[in-house]
């Protein structure tokens, strides 16, 4: 078969106009059995953002002009359904030294303690532009510092969340943005106390101002505004089941932090007689639009309630890892029927790969087997399952009908040279790193290409953005 060099060229029309074609070497496509599969010479075509046809079988030849040619594998939008954009500034800073979570929460609480709306945009959009390098088409954002260094409001209340839907635009890139509900500092067995020092950023003072403030966000197309419980030590149960109320309403994803310190299962247990997920059961918050992030220390009642209410447990196994967190129980809650999503959380780095592969190797070490989590199954935690955990159920999957999101990596780089067809899922999950993206297509937008970025400078934007929120 040849292949003419018109099929170099860029695909052609902004989004939304004509349809766009791709032929790719490689396909990881949605059988009609429901199964994914690695196709060869898979030719795309694109209307208006979504998939109009997956045609499989030999490439046209000549293949049509204004056809993009992607070369390696091509699997569909990855989710990053786990971000906190500045801790991007942390990265390295944090690694020196020893200690435990809660040390590095005191690194953590310095950097939002010098975040305003202008500096967070900047540092924002950089890290969801190297999320778009990596292959992320969609982030949930769980974002918690919403006010003043002392606690008052900013003019516009909604600055920084503002601040971080523009930045997720720009970086061309979807957003939920899951507003975070914060009214206590911490939890003991007396009850909770008070939301003191930097943690006044994150306190609305109440569930209802929280509302409030949060119904006055708008979304632009691709943006979603969703919900998030911060944690058992931030929210009291009454507080929980109204956020869980306000979410049902809006059919609005709903996320919290459960169970990633065993002190945090201490601190519930001792005060509530209940461990996180048993609380926010009886709250009435589990079910299929409730994620569970980093899940690590669970009871077997845990899972099984997790499992019955359709939930998802969005794991970050780069974070837990660099807090020495401790490991999930992965295969109990898959056993379950819980779907898994992945996140970068901290974003010690930012690589959807990275994570998948963290996911089936430290469950490896936890239980000295192999193969555990298939490399589809581990493509699905990153990208199907995290863009329906973030409320775009119509993302994740390259079929028709399905928005166009599309991520090429390189299957000749220095790490995945020698991959066949048989083994290219394996190669991206266990061999791959996020250098190996080349190209990023969201709704039918090419937003990296070649490996650059369409608009953004991100290493020098990067750069830039953390050096002025650190010397702020
Ligand atoms: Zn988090």
């Given amino acids: 078969m040849t292949r003419s060099s018109e099929a170099h060229s860029s695909a052609t029309g902004p989004s939304g106009t004509g349809p766009r074609r791709y032929l790719c070497d490689l396909a990881l496509i949605d059988g009609p059995d429901g199964t994914t599969r690695v196709e060869a010479d898979v030719v795309l075509t694109i209307e208006d953002g979504r998939f109009t046809a997956v045609e499989t079988g030999p490439a046209p030849a000549p293949i049509p002009a204004g056809t993009r040619h992607l070369r390696g594998l091509t699997i569909p939008g990855l989710a990053n359904a786990h971000s906190h954009a ?74 920084m969340g503002s601040a971080l839907l523009a930045a997720a635009a720009e970086a061309g890139i979807r957003i939920t943005l899951l507003d975070t509900l914060y009214l206590h500092g911490g939890l003991t067995a007396d009850g909770h106390t008070p939301a003191e020092g930097t943690q006044r950023r994150y306190d609305d003072g109440s569930f209802e101002a929280w509302a409030q403030r949060v119904d ?84 077997d009642d845990d899972v099984a309630l997790l499992g019955s ?87 994740g999957s390259i079929a028709v009908g399905r928005r166009a999101d599309l991520v090429t990596v390189s299957l000749a780089s220095v790490r995945t040279a020698g991959t066949t067809q048989a083994t290219a899922a394996e190669a991206t999950v266990f061999a791959a790193t996020a250098a190996d993206v080349t190209d990023v297509v969201v709704d039918g937008r090419p937003v990296v290409t070649d490996g650059h970025h369409a608009t953004i400078d991100v290493a020098a934007e990067l750069s830039a953005s953390i050096g002025r929120i650190l010397h702020a």
């Avoid at 007689?273 to 709250?283: E, F, I, Q």
């Fill in 309 to 395: 209410t359709g939930s998802t447990v969005c794991l970050c196994p780069t974070t837990e890892r660099d807090l020495g967190d401790g490991i999930g129980p992965t295969p109990e809650l898959t056993a379950a029927g819980v779907a898994l999503a992945l996140g970068s959380d901290s974003h010690a780095v930012i690589d959807l790969f990275e994570e998948a592969r963290a996911t089936e190797l430290d469950e490896r070490l936890r239980s000295e087997q192999r193969g555990i989590h298939s490399a589809t199954e581990l493509l699905a935690m990153a990208g199907r399952n995290g863009h329906r955990s973030l409320g775009w159920d119509d993302a």
């Fill in 86 to 159: 500045f801790h991007r500034a942390l990265r390295s800073r944090t690694q020196a030294d020893r200690g435990s979570f809660w040390t590095w929460r005191d690194l953590m609480y310095r950097a939002a303690e010098r975040l305003d709306p202008d500096g967070y945009h900047r540092l924002a959009r950089a890290t969801f532009a190297e999320m778009a390098m990596a292959g992320v088409t969609s982030l949930g954002e769980f974002h918690y510092v919403h006010h003043a260094p002392d606690g008052s409001r900013y003019d516009d209340p909604n600055a």
């Fill in 216 to 299: 006055a966000l708008t979304a632009g197309d691709g943006q979603r505004i969703g919900a998030a419980i911060h944690s058992v030590r931030a929210v009291d149960p009454t507080a929980m089941a109204a956020i869980g109320r306000w979410a049902a309403e809006r059919r609005a994803p709903l996320h919290a932090h459960v169970s990633e310190q065993r002190a945090e299962n201490r601190q519930c247990l001792d005060h509530h007689g209940r461990t996180p997920v048993g609380l926010l059961a009886d709250a009435g918050v589990l079910g299929e639009r409730f994620s569970a992030v980093h899940a690590t220390h669970l009871t």
